[in-house]
C-alpha cells in the first residue's frame, strides 16, 4: 500500500530540511512525498532541489504554482498523488519514527469498511507529551465531528484521509479568497464518512510565530465568503445547540467583512437574534 505524504509550503524552505530527515526515518517504506510550493519567494527552490538530488530511498516530486492558498495547493496535491492514503505534513511539522507504520498497519484493519474515510492519529510536542485529551479508548469509528461533541476529544488531531475520499471532497476554491477553512472541507467529509481514530501520536506539531494559527482571525476576515461557509454549514449538523450558536455568531462575524455584492452563503432567518453579538465581535477587531 503506497502512502502519499504531502507538504503544502509558502516560504519555509528553512524548515524543509528538518521536515525531510523525519521522513527520511520512517520504519514504513512504500510512500512518496508530494511538496507544492505556493509561490515562495524565498531559497524554497533551492532547499528542494537539494534535497532530491540527495541521498532518499522513495519518490519526491516537487511542484511550484502561483500563490493561491494552502487549499489549492492541497487540491493539486491530492491530483498528483498516487498513495491510497493522503497524510497531509505542514513544512514546520515533522512525523514520528513509526508514523506510516502506525497509519498503515491501522488501516489494513478496517479498509473494507465503507463507511471509513481515512485514519485519525494525534499530535504530540517534541518531547511527545500529546497536544490535547487523548482519545478515551485505544480505537473508535466514529466522524471527526462525533469525537469532539460526543467523545469530547480535544487538542488538535492528524487526519489521514483516503485520497479518493479528497478527489470526491476537495477543498472549496472561492474566486478572490486565498484561504478555505480545513474544517469546511473536513465537516464535509464528516456529514459521508467516519474515520477510523487512534490513540498513537503520529505528528510532531510546531506552531510558528507567522503560521497560519497564530494569524488565523485576520486570514479568516480576508476570506470572508470561506469563512461564513464553514460556519454556516456547521449550523446544519448534529451538534449541541451551544455550538450552533457559536457558529452563527461567527457566521456574522466574519459576513461584516464581505464586501457589497458578493454572493453569501444564508443563514436560516432565526439565526439573526445573534446577528448582534458578531457584529460586536467585528467591531472590536476592525
Not at 514504513?28 to 524565498?42: A, N, P, Y
Not at 464528516?190 to 510558528?208: D, M, S, T
Request: charged share 30%.
Amino acid at each position: 500500500m503506497l502512502i502519499t505524504v504531502f507538504t503544502p509550503t509558502y516560504n519555509r524552505g528553512h524548515l524543509l530540511p528538518t521536515l525531510f530527515e523525519s521522513i527520511c526515518r520512517q520504519t514504513f517504506k512504500d510512500f512518496e512525498w508530494i511538496v507544492v510550493d505556493d509561490g515562495s519567494t524565498d531559497d524554497t527552490e533551492e532547499v528542494m532541489k537539494g534535497i532530491m538530488a540527495g541521498k532518499h530511498d522513495y519518490p519526491i516530486r516537487y511542484i511550484k504554482t502561483p500563490n493561491g492558498g494552502k487549499h489549492r495547493a492541497v487540491n493539486r496535491g491530492v491530483k498528483e498523488a498516487c498513495g491510497e492514503l493522503f497524510f497531509i505534513a505542514d513544512s514546520d511539522d515533522q512525523l514520528t519514527d513509526d508514523a506510516l507504520q502506525v497509519v498503515a498497519e491501522a488501516y489494513e484493519g478496517v479498509r473494507d469498511n465503507p463507511l471509513i474515510g481515512g485514519v485519525c492519529g494525534l499530535d504530540c510536542e517534541k518531547d511527545g507529551k500529546i497536544i490535547g485529551s487523548g482519545l478515551p479508548k485505544d480505537t473508535i469509528d466514529c466522524s471527526s465531528l462525533d469525537i469532539r461533541f460526543k467523545h469530547h476529544v480535544t487538542g488538535d488531531l492528524k487526519e489521514v484521509f483516503l485520497t479518493r475520499v479528497l478527489k470526491e471532497i476537495p477543498m472549496p476554491e472561492i474566486d478572490g479568497e486565498r484561504f478555505s477553512p480545513e474544517a469546511l472541507t473536513w465537516n464535509r467529509i464528516a456529514a459521508k464518512y467516519q474515520l477510523h481514530f487512534i490513540n498513537r501520536p503520529i505528528y510532531i506539531a510546531e506552531y510558528q510565530p507567522d503560521g497560519l494559527t497564530s494569524r488565523i482571525v485576520r486570514i479568516r476576515m480576508e476570506s470572508p465568503v470561506a469563512s461564513m461557509l464553514c460556519y454556516q454549514e456547521l449550523t446544519t449538523y448534529p451538534i449541541p445547540v451551544k455550538e450552533k450558536i457559536k457558529a452563527a455568531i461567527n457566521y456574522w462575524r466574519f459576513r461584516l467583512c464581505a464586501k457589497k455584492g458578493t454572493e453569501k452563503p444564508k443563514l436560516s432567518w432565526y439565526w439573526n437574534v445573534v446577528k448582534p453579538i458578531g457584529w460586536l465581535m467585528h467591531m472590536k477587531e476592525k
